[in-house]
Every structure is written in C-alpha cells, then in structure tokens.
C-alpha cells in the first residue's frame, strides 16, 4: 500500500483544515486507516481510525468533538476534516493503513499499522 498525505498549511486558531491520505497499490477497503501526528521533539501520536468498511471510528480525547475522520471508497481516498484548530495541534500529520487483522490492543498504536504515507505539515498560529 502506498498512502499520499496533503492538505496541511498554515491557518489561525479556530479555523478549519482537510487533510487527505489518497491510497495505492491494493484495494481500499481492505484495510483500516488510522491518522497520526508528530510534534517536533514529540513522539508519534495516534489521533484517528476508520475501519475498512468505514463503519466504525476511532479518536483520541484530544480531538472528539474536533476532528472527523471518514473515507471515499470511490475515490481511495481518506480524510481527515479538522476545525476549532488550535495552536497544540501543530505537528506533521501522517497517514498509515492496517492491512492486517485488527488488533485491539494495537489500534492506537504505531505498531498497529504497517504502510505510512510521508505526512503533511499543520501549522495553526494563535
């Protein structure tokens, strides 16, 4: 599988930001896509996941109510609508899919996802 992160930028506090993963290379709905991020210094964090048939999602404390993940079968294409940013938000965003039998333990975890797009940077002033 190879995954394409965009749409990151340079927007202010409370604005609004959708990022994409376009997907490669085996069939999209065979897998999970789970969304990360790092801050410089930081570690690898997990934000969000959508499961293979979309059907169920997946969000760290720090983005419910923010952040909504979904996905575009037609288009191979996975997404990651951002609003009320703030400036803690701030990382390089990355794309990873789990082709592999969903591990419950690992859903939130790097380990839990075996291809890895190359990650667009946000950035949100305040």
């Known amino acids: 599988v190879q995954l394409q992160a965009s749409g990151g930028g340079l927007v202010q506090a409370g604005d609004s930001l959708r990022l994409s993963c376009a997907a490669s290379?085996?069939?999209?709905?065979?897998?999970?896509v789970g969304w990360f991020r790092q801050a410089p210094g930081e570690e690898r964090e997990f934000v969000a996941r959508i499961s293979r048939s979309g059907a169920n999602t997946y969000y760290a404390d720090f983005v419910k109510g923010r952040f909504t993940i979904s996905r575009d079968t037609a288009k191979n294409t996975a997404y990651l609508q951002m609003t009320r940013l703030k400036p803690e938000d701030t990382a390089v965003y990355f794309c990873?899919?789990?082709?592999?039998?969903?591990?419950?333990?690992?859903?939130?975890?790097?380990?839990?996802?075996?291809?890895w797009g190359q990650g667009t940077q946000v950035t949100v002033s305040s």
């Open positions: 990873a899919a789990d082709t592999g039998v969903p591990k419950l333990g690992e859903l939130r975890r790097t380990s839990g996802y075996d291809s």
């Open positions: 290379g085996r069939t999209f709905s065979g897998y999970a």
